[in-house]
């Protein structure tokens, strides 16, 4: 062996042995805030995290996420005794205009190059769009028909089961039921940094057709460096039999005002949320 070839050799043994294995598992968490101060005050804080595992022929998913709206209206008044001699009185009021948890996890089973099984649970909280507490389990089977580094095109087909505590009970309300489920989940690559997601759920009752729910989320992701990124995301839900909140039915003329009851008011089908947030790749 020539006397050059064998520090040459020694190099490229210890790079190749500084090299890391690939590691199985990523965690990205994102954070979005927006606060105001001063003569208008709110408050907007979103937190989510995703968490997966991949390996030779299953994987896991687990993600979590907060949105938590604040608003703060400042009004004033004053009360005297003359144009010249009166006190100024700030009363402040805080409301909570929006707020949802989320945490849900996923198993996969590839059974063979496209055909795969999985099974999911998942809970939710949304006060104003009247959900306390909805648990959601399913499983099933789908189909990878593309599946490349640049693009994923996926559906999958199941049944499960859904029980609900609304924030309003009215009566004859269905608080468990069994699902049949869709999704469809897309994903491309855009450029060398960018990335474009799609993903559609919907959930119909088993009991009744009508009583379906879709989720719709899509985001765009641009690497602003190896561990951090700008995460752009536009979500849809659809609640064909959305949930109702309680109203006071108040005496007419009654002074001071006098609670008859409640009334229930139902809420509005669509939802929508636009975000903008920085995610960090742990």
Same mark, same amino acid.
């Given at each position: 062996?020539?006397? =050059?070839?064998?520090?040459? $050799?020694?190099?490229?043994?210890?790079?190749? @042995?500084?090299?890391?294995?690939?590691?199985?598992?990523?965690?990205?968490?994102?954070?979005?805030?927006?606060?105001?101060?001063?003569?208008?005050?709110?408050?907007?804080? !979103? $937190?989510?995290?995703?968490?997966?595992?991949? +390996?030779?022929?299953?994987?896991? @998913?687990?993600?979590?996420?907060?949105?938590r709206v604040s608003t703060t209206t400042i009004a004033y008044s004053a009360v005297g005794t003359s144009? =010249?001699?009166?006190?100024?009185?700030?009363?402040?009021?805080?409301?909570?205009?929006?707020?949802?948890?989320?945490?849900?996890?996923?198993?996969?089973?590839?059974?063979?190059?496209?055909?795969?099984?999985?099974?999911?649970?998942?809970?939710d909280r949304n006060v104003p769009s009247g959900i306390?507490?909805?648990?959601?389990?399913?499983?099933?089977?789908?189909?990878?028909?593309?599946?490349?580094?640049? $693009?994923?095109?996926?559906?999958?087909? !199941?049944?499960?089961?859904?029980?609900?505590?609304?924030?309003?009970?009215?009566? +004859?309300?269905?608080?468990?039921?069994? =699902?049949?489920?869709?999704?469809?989940?897309?994903?491309?690559?855009?450029?060398?940094?960018?990335?474009?997601?799609?993903?559609?759920?919907?959930?119909?009752?088993?009991?009744?057709?009508?009583?379906?729910?879709? *989720?719709?989320?899509? @985001?765009?992701?641009?690497?602003?460096?190896?561990?951090?990124?700008?995460?752009? !995301?536009?979500?849809?839900?659809?609640?064909? @039999?959305?949930?109702?909140?309680? *109203?006071?039915?108040?005496?007419? !003329?009654?002074?001071?005002?006098?609670?008859?009851?409640?009334?229930?008011?139902?809420?509005?089908?669509?939802?929508?949320? $636009?975000?903008?947030?920085?995610?960090?790749?742990?």
């Amino acid at each position: 062996m020539p006397r =050059t070839a064998l520090p040459l $050799l020694l190099v490229s043994l210890s790079l190749a @042995a500084a090299e890391p294995p690939a590691q199985p598992w990523t965690d990205k968490a994102s954070l979005s805030m927006v606060s105001l101060s001063g003569n208008a005050q709110g408050q907007t804080l !979103g $937190l989510s995290n995703e968490f997966k595992y991949t +390996g030779p022929v299953s994987s896991f @998913a687990f993600n979590a996420g907060a949105v938590r709206v604040s608003t703060t209206t400042i009004a004033y008044s004053a009360v005297g005794t003359s144009p =010249t001699q009166y006190d100024v009185k700030e009363t402040r009021t805080t409301v909570t205009t929006a707020e949802s948890y989320l945490a849900n996890g996923r198993y996969d089973h590839t059974i063979d190059t496209a055909f795969f099984a999985f099974g999911a649970l998942g809970w939710d909280r949304n006060v104003p769009s009247g959900i306390s507490s909805r648990t959601v389990t399913s499983a099933g089977m789908g189909y990878a028909w593309v599946k490349t580094e640049a $693009l994923r095109f996926r559906t999958d087909l !199941g049944g499960g089961y859904t029980r609900i505590k609304p924030v309003f009970e009215t009566p +004859g309300f269905q608080d468990s039921f069994g =699902t049949w489920n869709l999704t469809v989940d897309f994903a491309r690559k855009a450029g060398a940094a960018g990335l474009v997601t799609s993903n559609l759920e919907v959930s119909t009752s088993m009991k009744d057709t009508s009583a379906y729910l879709a *989720v719709w989320k899509n @985001a765009f992701t641009t690497n602003l460096g190896k561990r951090l990124a700008l995460k752009v !995301g536009y979500d849809c839900t659809y609640n064909n @039999a959305p949930a109702y909140l309680a *109203v006071d039915i108040l005496q007419a !003329g009654a002074v001071p005002p006098v609670v008859l009851g409640k009334a229930p008011v139902r809420l509005r089908k669509l939802d929508t949320v $636009l975000t903008t947030s920085l995610v960090i790749s742990l």
